[in-house]
């Protein structure tokens, strides 16, 4: 019990997919948790905000396919959008531009923060291929699953105030259903009580096969905990999300950790910059706070100041 809640659920991996010397290579921050009230497209927006104020543009749907680089600088193929329509509709709202299929963008530097996922499947060809210790940080890194089922429920539930909760599940859950976080008493000191629990599920027991529909992990979320606090406080939820992270083809993934057989330089390997062109950021990369949203601010600012500095 103790290993799943504080080596699975943090590091969103089986103990056989961690190395025993470098899966805790984080460092604790200083300060408490905190939770964006408004919810994390508040921080998209301030950063859409700052982009438009600097005359920069975002270019949406149009998702990279391949970057090629050399002494010269740098070209980004894009794929054609799937949802150019939508995206139309959307990106005058936020200032942003659509681009076509198959454009080509060139520029004399790129910083890459393609989640760990999406470069272990190697949805993305980069032409040279990745110098030697950069690919070996690829694969010696590994990319973790955590997944939510959050539920809402109607004002009127009932359940035990606190924050966390934690299960040890039946041997038919599969290791699934085992923490769970209420966002009442927290809405509630907001001044804006909302009835909601958010169900997680780390490692392998989070890597749901399609075959396994949102419905039916909603109705095991609900059950269990009814199970927990009894069927009369807990109704059926008024709305419902479910994430897949490991089938997400823009991430393949949650956040990383340090696989068996790594050296402890590979978040480091992973930083460092390729041929003076390409720089590099995202949680993965940060040697103090990976697997953070820290972690992924501050390896992005250090990596722009870093790109800033080489024009």
């Known amino acids: ?11 969103a991996a089986d103990p056989a997919k961690l190395s025993l010397n470098w899966f805790d290579d984080d460092d604790e921050m200083a ?34 396919t391949a970057i090629t680089y050399n002494s010269g600088g740098v070209t980004l193929t894009l794929a054609r959008p799937r949802t150019a329509t939508f995206l139309a509709l959307l990106a005058p709202q936020i200032g942003a531009e659509v681009t076509a299929g198959g454009t080509e963008y060139a520029a004399p530097f790129a910083i890459v923060t393609l989640p760990l996922g999406v470069l272990k499947a190697k949805t993305v060809k980069f032409t040279p291929k990745l110098p030697g210790a950069k690919a070996n940080a690829i694969a010696k890194l590994g990319m973790g699953t955590l997944n939510k089922v959050v539920l809402q429920f109607p004002p009127a539930s009932s359940w035990p105030d606190g ?12 290791g699934r259903w085992r923490e769970f976080f209420s966002l009442r008493t927290i809405t509630r000191a907001a001044g804006a009580e909302q009835p909601i629990i958010v169900a997680f599920n780390a ?9 396994t529909s949102d419905a039916a992990l909603v109705t095991a979320a609900v059950n269990t905990l009814r199970a927990m606090f009894g069927a009369a406080n807990i109704p059926e939820p008024v709305q419902t999300w479910v994430t897949r992270w490991h089938s997400d083809p823009y991430s393949f993934g949650s956040y990383s950790s340090v696989q068996p057989g790594a050296k402890g330089r590979e978040r480091a390997d992973l930083a460092a910059t390729t041929a003076g062109r390409l720089f590099w950021a995202g949680e993965a990369t940060h040697q103090r706070v990976p697997a953070t949203v820290q972690g992924a601010w501050l390896s992005g600012a250090a990596a722009a100041a870093a790109a800033a500095a080489a024009f």
């Open 1 to 11: 019990m103790q290993v799943e809640s504080n080596i699975v659920q943090d590091y």
């Open 31 to 64: 300060g408490g948790d905190s939770i964006v009230a408004q919810g994390y497209s508040a921080v998209v927006d301030y950063l859409v905000g700052v982009v438009k104020s600097k005359g920069g543009k975002i270019a949406l749907g149009a998702p990279v």
């Open 163 to 174: 924050n966390w909760f934690e299960r040890m599940p039946l041997q038919s859950d599969k």
């Open 203 to 211: 490692g392998s027991p989070a890597e749901y096969p399609a075959s």
